[in-house]
């Protein structure tokens, strides 16, 4: 007897509830990776990323493209073999990150 296992159920007999679950999935990632992000420009280097703060401790970060490419810093953290934003960030992106929180153009949700 071979068994498996699975994070949750697939509810493969049961076709409303999977497409429910599949609905809610889709939403719950919207939300997460997608609502509440605000554009915003480095000061420094001019790179775009999107930004949610959920807290005063808690910032999102998407970057709009390789950070490597564009960010000195980011481009410094890739040669030495550092995974980005793992443990180092950019302080000028913080420093862009703090002024947009402290002017309301991202707000704390």
């Known amino acids: 007897m071979s068994s498996t296992w ?6 493969a007999d049961q ?3 999977r497409a429910e679950v599949r609905s809610q999935t889709v939403a719950d990632r919207k939300r997460h990776l997608e609502d509440g ?4 420009t480095c000061h ?4 775009r990323v999107l930004v949610r ?3 005063s401790h808690q910032t999102s970060v998407q970057w709009t493209d390789n950070p490597a ?14 995974a980005l934003g793992r ?10 990150i703090k002024w947009a929180v402290d002017e309301g153009v991202v707000e704390v949700r």
């Open 69 to 82: 490419a564009h960010c000195p810093v980011y481009a410094e953290l890739a040669a030495k073999g550092n």
């Open 6 to 11: 699975a994070k949750a159920p697939d509810f």
């Open 15 to 17: 076709p409303a509830r």
């Open 53 to 55: 703060k959920a807290s």
């Open 87 to 96: 443990p180092d960030s950019c302080p000028h992106l913080e420093k862009t």
């Open 37 to 40: 992000l605000t554009p915003l």
């Open 44 to 47: 420094t280097c001019h790179s």
